[in-house]
């Protein structure tokens, strides 16, 4: 008497994992918080599964107003996010000073390649990404960081399709390397200049670049697209 026959009840559990100093091939899940540098080695692969956030510690022991935390990939970063279930890249900042930038950014060195990033947020960092391999984005938002894009030597080619870069305090893509092929893409309310194409080529279909500071599109020396 009294006695119920079965009770269920869901719990979840989040991973909560604190990652620091060299990793190999691995997956990250859940919640990661970054409490150093990160370097990926050359060869491996660091794979990052849907609904992730990946928060950097703010640290800043030089005081340059800049988080001192990376991550840097010499390997191969694949971003399995979705639209339901992005992956987000962020700072947590500890000063209480939103003036700064909580962490450095995520690398993508020229001794790595075959990365792909899809639904992904990169926000609050100095660069939101800064790429010098060759890498495919799909479904990417860079928002508030100092520039949201950086491609450097090493990116030959890469392809951006419907990628948003907006509100940037200096440009919203600095571009310097390769030829960026460019679809569905939105460069706007970006404190500089929307996309800087120094001695680079940049090609766009169907893109919107508006609103930004000075130039939507500066291409410099020999700077092209179409």
Known sequence: VGQIAGATREVSFQSVLDISGPITSTLWYGL?????????????????????????????????????????????????????????????????????????????????????????????????????????LDGVELRDNFIGLVLQAGAKTVDLGDVHVHDSTDDGIKQTSGTVNAASCTVASNGEDGWDVDDATANFSDCTIADNGKVGVFYRGSGKGT
Do not use: K, M, R
């Not at 060195?109 to 639904?119: L, N, P």
């Open 32 to 136: 990661v918080n970054i409490t150093g540098d990160v370097t990926l080695a050359a060869g491996e692969t660091l794979t990052i599964a849907p609904g992730t956030t990946v928060v950097f510690v703010e640290v800043d022991q030089n005081s340059d107003d800049i988080g001192d935390y990376e991550l840097t990939i010499h390997g191969t970063l694949i971003v399995d996010g979705t639209a339901d279930e992005p992956v987000i890249f962020t700072g947590l900042d500890t000063d209480g000073d939103t003036s700064t930038e909580p962490y450095g950014g995520v690398y993508l060195t020229a001794s790595g390649g075959g990365s792909a990033i899809s639904h992904a947020v990169f926000e609050y960092a100095y660069y939101g990404l800064h790429i010098s391999h060759d890498v495919v």
